[in-house]
């Protein structure tokens, strides 16, 4: 059988902001409020981004203020295991640390040795790097010079052929003499334009100036061979970092099983 309760008179306590009091049956005053009209900085409590070395002596209201952000540490969340309800934790990371799937299952000693590994792997590749952009660099600016010196002996022995030749007017030669304007760069061997008028042996001294160019050439495939050759020796390493890492990872996992 079903009784039926009738429901109780609601409570002063429940309904009114301040509760009544029994002895004078008058509601009870609440807590009184001061205000204050400009408190102390020593009256007001110190917030986490007060406790920043870098923004002392700075308003929040400065341009430079840095406020801490809330989810700077690493935070650990009672939680149970989805499939077998074992209680744990759960890790939450600060917005700017991303892990994959797979390094967020392993353990955490493992996880630190990976992560040795990474840190270890990144700071030879930047030296790596760094040896090819000076060595980059130096080819640069050794391409730059003989760039500049190329241009500038070809309008030099254009004007030497010209005058000793006549092939040209006298305002041509004027102009070309304009627009040499030598740098008297160092050449290797001195040309012949500067030493000497054109005798005849021209021809010689073009095919002297196509061999040059080709040993050039050889001797700068040579290098850039070099250079692939040590991009392939650092690869091979780093296989090899890999595969070990991936075989402790493995016989942990086999122990723990």
């Known amino acids: ?8 008179p609601p409570k002063a306590s429940l309904t009114n902001a301040n509760p009544i009091d029994p002895a004078t049956g008058q509601p009870k005053k609440g807590p009184k409020l001061r205000l204050l009209n400009g408190s102390k ?18 308003s929040p209201s ?11 540490n690493i935070r650990y969340t009672p939680a149970h295991h989805p499939v ?10 600060p917005p700017d640390i991303h892990f994959t799937p797979f390094e967020s299952e392993i353990p955490a000693d493992q996880l630190m040795r990976l992560l040795r590994r990474q840190l270890h792997w990144a700071k030879k590749e930047s030296e790596d790097l760094a040896r090819d952009i000076e060595n980059l660099e130096a080819i640069r600016r050794d391409e730059w010079c003989k760039k500049e010196l190329t241009l500038e002996g070809v309008l030099e022995a254009e004007l030497a052929r010209a005058e000793a030749k006549g092939l040209a007017r006298p305002s041509q030669i004027r102009a070309m ?11 290797p061997k001195e040309p012949w334009w500067r030493q000497q008028q054109l005798n005849g042996d021209v021809a010689k001294q073009e095919a002297e100036e196509e061999m040059d160019v080709d040993a050039e050439l050889e001797k700068r495939e040579a290098a850039a ?33």
């Open 225 to 257: 061979n070099g250079l692939l050759e040590q991009a392939e020796r650092a690869e091979k390493d780093q296989d090899q970092d890999m595969l070990a890492v991936g075989a402790l990872m493995g016989l942990s996992g086999a122990k723990q099983t």
């Open 177 to 187: 003499r304009r627009d040499v304007r030598s740098n008297k760069l160092a050449w």
């Open 41 to 58: 900085a020593g009256n007001t409590p110190a917030t986490a981004a007060d406790k920043n070395p870098h923004n002392a002596g700075l």
């Open 84 to 93: 077998t309800g074992q209680p744990g934790f759960l890790i939450n990371y």
């Open 1 to 8: 059988m079903r009784t039926v309760h009738e429901p109780e």
């Open 62 to 72: 400065d341009p430079d203020y840095d406020p801490s952000p809330p989810n700077d």
